[in-house]
């Protein structure tokens, strides 16, 4: 219902701008109405500056909006953020975060992690994950940069994994 009243706002601006225009070229012909030109172009201008900027302030506080500039967050962050650094980032208030975070963890994208006293969300589909080199036979792991091909404690053969 806002994403209405918005466009109907920027329409009567911009149709005030229009106007504006009109009376600009009309004052080629008679110089009185210049000044009319000039005070309806300032304020079309102004109006409609004003009305695409508080939309696109409200657009960016969506949930569905902000959700995807959290993961994008939480991807630099290696896969985890808290609410308090949201809101610090994209300058929104912490209800509208809230309620994003709340969306995450509905879809299974995110889930919740108490640590140190902080809340945390964390994205499992995010982490870095390591890989090592893993002994079939023994479970021993190494490091991927020794370059192995056999397992020192037993020579079983050496698989890469994910730790």
Request: overall charge positive; proline content about 5%.
């Amino acid at each position: 219902m806002r994403k209405i009243g918005y466009l109907v706002i920027f329409i009567f601006f911009s149709a005030v701008l229009g106007t504006g225009l009109l009376f600009l070229v009309a004052s080629m012909v008679a110089p009185e109405r210049s000044t009319v030109a000039l005070a309806l172009l300032a304020v079309g201008t102004v109006g409609a500056a004003a009305t695409a900027f508080s939309y696109s302030r409200w657009y960016g506080q969506q949930p569905a909006v902000l959700a995807a500039r959290i993961t994008d967050l939480a991807e630099r962050g290696n896969g985890e953020i808290a609410i308090s650094q949201v809101m610090s980032e994209l300058r929104v208030p912490a209800s509208v975060v809230q309620a994003a975070m709340d969306e995450l963890v509905e879809k299974g994208q995110a889930h919740p992690e108490s640590r140190d006293g902080q809340l945390l969300y964390v994205f499992p589909g995010l982490k870095e994950r390591k890989m090592v080199r893993k002994c079939v036979y023994c479970g021993s792991t190494f490091p991927v940069k020794q370059p192995l091909q056999k397992c020192p404690n037993c020579g079983g053969n050496l698989e890469f994994v994910q730790q």
